[in-house]
T-cell receptor, first 115, second 114 residues
Framework: NAGVTQTPKFQVLKTGQSMTLQCAQD?????MSWYRQDPGMGLRLIHY???????DQGEVPNGYNVSRSTTEDFPLRLLSAAPSQTSVYFC??????????????FGPGTRLLVL | AQSVTQPDIHITVSEGASLELRCNYS??????LFWYVQSPGQGLQLLLK??????LVQGIKGFEAEFKRSQSSFNLRKPSVHWSDAAEYFC????????????FGTGTLLAVQP
């Protein structure tokens, strides 16, 4: 298994540009999440999904869109990038919410710089 | 609202010394608690987790953590630190009792002196 994969590893955007951060997992996990990591702030939840076709907002959803058309993929879209979205983005997945001791597996991250 | 506090932003210890990283959480019920480690430029690796049962939890790399409900704490410990332990450490709690939505602390950066 490749686990959770993210592409690209690094991206530079200009203000106003759009892009999609890709996330895929091959573990047949129902639950997937996107976090952003900023210095001194830890990781914060952007959006999450509990299954194909179902998404919901996390703590910091503004400026980001998600969709979940398949179990494997959970892309994060920036429609109009802003410098405040410069961050490291992590995707994570799990097969449950903890009732059976499930934990999240994290991808390697995407570093995004918005100029 | 749920939250996680890591009071120490930066800690320096000597190699071979003991280590304790502090974590306090706020949550009304029994929480799901985690410690993750992140090496520079890397992703997050799960060190250990607490769901229920024994309040002393053993993890990888010789780390352990103790859940203390009365103090709302989940401190991470290691009896003898190695230079390779230098990294950033994050405590997290499952939001609303769910592990697919984590609330993270701001992290503690550990430096290890030779």
């Amino acid at each position: 298994n490749a686990g959770v994969t993210q592409t690209p590893k690094f991206q530079v955007l200009k203000t106003g540009q759009s892009m999609t951060l890709q996330c895929a997992q091959d573990m047949n996990h129902e639950y997937m999440s996107w976090y952003r990591q900023d210095p001194g702030m830890g990781l914060r939840l952007i959006h999450y999904s509990v299954g194909a076709g179902i998404t919901d907002q996390g703590e910091v959803p503004n400026g980001y869109n998600v969709s979940r058309s398949t179990t494997e993929d959970f892309p994060l879209r920036l429609l109009s990038a802003a410098p405040s979205q410069t961050s490291v983005y992590f995707c994570a997945s799990s097969y449950g919410t903890g009732v059976l001791g499930e934990t999240q597996y994290f991808g390697p991250g995407t570093r995004l710089l918005v100029l | 609202a749920q939250s996680v506090t890591q009071p120490d932003i930066h800690i320096t210890v000597s190699e071979g010394a003991s280590l304790e990283l502090r974590c306090n959480y706020s949550y009304g019920a029994t929480p799901y608690l985690f410690w993750y480690v992140q090496s520079p430029g890397q992703g997050l690796q799960l060190l250990l987790k607490y769901f229920s049962g024994d309040t002393l939890v053993q993890g990888i790399k010789g780390f352990e953590a103790e859940f203390k409900r009365s103090q709302s704490s989940f401190n991470l410990r290691k009896p003898s630190v190695h230079w390779s332990d230098a990294a950033e450490y994050f405590c997290a709690v499952g939001a609303g009792g769910a592990t697919n939505k984590l609330i993270f602390g701001t992290g503690t950066l550990l430096a290890v002196q030779p």
